[in-house]
T-cell receptor, first 114, second 112 residues
């Protein structure tokens, strides 16, 4: 059974800092890895999608990397802002029953302090 | 704008009652999914559907039922057999070319 782990569960940083969120997965045979943001009581917003053949993706101040051999992905947030405060979830897509489903980590709750 | 619409945002269920959560997408995505989110447990897959008139059980399908009569719609019924239905329910869809998921805004179900 595939497992996705995110450490730490919570992180607090001062505004302006660069930070890295970590995601590890047990099975390297992933199809893709996706990072999401979730605000309290809201749905998930997709941030970045990395296909298994890619090493990284960038969007604005966000950069996500993927290392299948080590079973790790990182989400780098540059120049953090209070508006970045949210829970960040990573999810790995694995093959199963003729399709691909996501296995989610439990998330890292980020607080950016003004 | 394309997206996924879940309704209602809040739903209250009495003991022994069936309730149906709506999920509609206009993204022309083939696949649709239902997840349940509980504090400290992450997201768990309830049901998913790759094409119209076909769906498969996920990890926690007991006490739930779905239908997929139209490509755009994937309603979830929480039956009285689901003993602990209080949770946040999320619907998602994806295209099968890259399986990038798009999520709705969720329905919070509470048993009263």
């Amino acid at each position: 059974k595939q497992e996705v782990t995110q450490i730490p569960a919570a992180l607090s940083v001062p505004e302006g800092e660069n930070l890295v969120l970590n995601c590890s997965f047990t099975d390297s045979a992933i199809y893709n890895l996706q990072w999401f943001r979730q605000d309290p009581g809201k749905g998930l917003t997709s941030l970045l999608l990395i296909q298994s053949s890619q090493r990284e993706q960038t969007s604005g101040r966000l950069n996500a990397s993927l290392d299948k051999s080590s079973g790790r992905s990182t989400l780098y947030i540059a120049a953090s802002q209070p508006g970045d405060s949210a829970t960040y979830l990573c999810a790995a897509a694995y093959s199963g029953a003729g399709s691909y489903q996501l296995t989610f980590g439990k998330g890292t709750k980020l607080s950016v302090i003004p | 704008d394309g997206g996924i619409t879940q309704s209602p945002k809040y739903l209250f269920r009495k003991e022994g009652q069936n309730v149906t959560l709506s999920c509609e997408q206009n993204l022309n995505h083939d696949a649709m999914y239902w997840y349940r989110q509980d504090p400290g447990q992450g997201l768990r897959l309830i049901y998913y559907s790759q094409i119209v008139n076909d769906f498969q059980k996920g990890d926690i399908a007991e006490g739930y039922s779905v239908s997929r009569e139209k490509k755009e719609s994937f309603p979830l019924t929480v039956t009285s057999a689901q003993k602990n239905p209080t949770a946040f329910y999320l619907c998602a869809s994806s295209i099968t070319s890259n399986y990038g998921y798009t999520f709705g805004s969720g329905t919070r179900l509470t048993v009263v």
